[in-house]
């Protein structure tokens, strides 16, 4: 079965700071690719996904994901973070031939201070 | 995007007891699936709500705990059953659009006391 990563639990940085979140994941096949946000009281968004082409997908909010294949990574990446970041962040993986069910990784806390 | 609306947002439950939680779509979709969030923890699928079939559960779930149904392209329940304070979890129904997007409902968060 698949798994997912996330090197980080606890993020903690100053506004303006630049934000990166590893994320790996265990499976040799072809693989969807998403980071989910969750706001403080808020449910589950999408900010950005991978299905295939560009391995640098650009989502909403100035965040960025570079899919490297030969690493199993989707790292998360945003130049300049706004406390209105702070949220936990989730990497998931859908397998294609496992019928769209997503594999989350633990998640990521973030924590911008003004 | 899709609008998810799930009964009850939250609820706070005598072991032993059952609760059955509603999920709504604003327009058919083909899949739903119902996920647990335990405190502090990431989101784990417990099953794939099928229209007009039973549920395909994961590893680790079975239905006697957590009967689900799926009686159209727009509604889920999911029962949790006899429960216990292990049960004290977010449950999030998600449905498919747009081909592999997933969306998410807002959850219903459950104490058992």
């Known amino acids: 079965a698949q798994s997912v990563s996330q090197h980080n639990h606890h993020v903690i940085l100053s506004e303006a700071a630049s934000l990166e979140l590893g994320c790996n994941y265990s499976y040799g096949g072809t693989v969807n690719l998403f980071w989910y946000v969750q706001y403080p009281g808020q449910h589950l968004q999408l900010l950005l996904k991978y299905f295939s082409g560009d391995p640098l997908v650009k989502g909403i909010k100035g965040f960025e994901a570079e899919f490297i294949k030969s690493k199993f990574s989707f790292n998360l990446r945003k130049p300049s973070v706004q406390w209105s970041d702070t949220a936990e962040y989730f990497c998931?993986?859908?397998?294609?031939?496992?019928?769209?069910?997503?594999?989350f990784g633990g998640g990521t806390r973030v924590l911008v201070k003004p | 995007s899709a609008v998810i609306s799930q009964k009850p947002s939250r609820d706070i439950c005598q072991r032993g007891t059952s609760l059955t939680i509603q999920c709504q779509v604003d327009?058919?979709?083909?899949?739903m699936f119902w996920y647990r969030q335990q405190p502090g923890q990431s989101l784990t699928l417990i099953a794939t709500?099928?229209?007009?079939?039973?549920?395909?559960?994961e590893s680790g779930f079975v239905i006697d705990k957590f009967p689900i149904s799926r009686p159209n392209l727009t509604f889920s329940t999911l029962t949790v059953s006899n429960m216990s304070p292990e049960d004290s979890s977010i449950y999030l129904c998600?449905?498919?659009?747009?081909?592999?997007?997933?969306?998410f409902g807002p959850g219903t968060r459950l104490t058992v006391l």
């Open positions: 709500a099928n229209q007009g079939s039973e549920a395909t559960y």
């Open positions: 998600s449905v498919i659009r747009q081909g592999t997007e997933q969306f």
């Open positions: 327009s058919q979709v083909t899949m």
């Open positions: 998931a993986v859908n397998v294609q031939a496992a019928g769209n069910k997503l594999t």
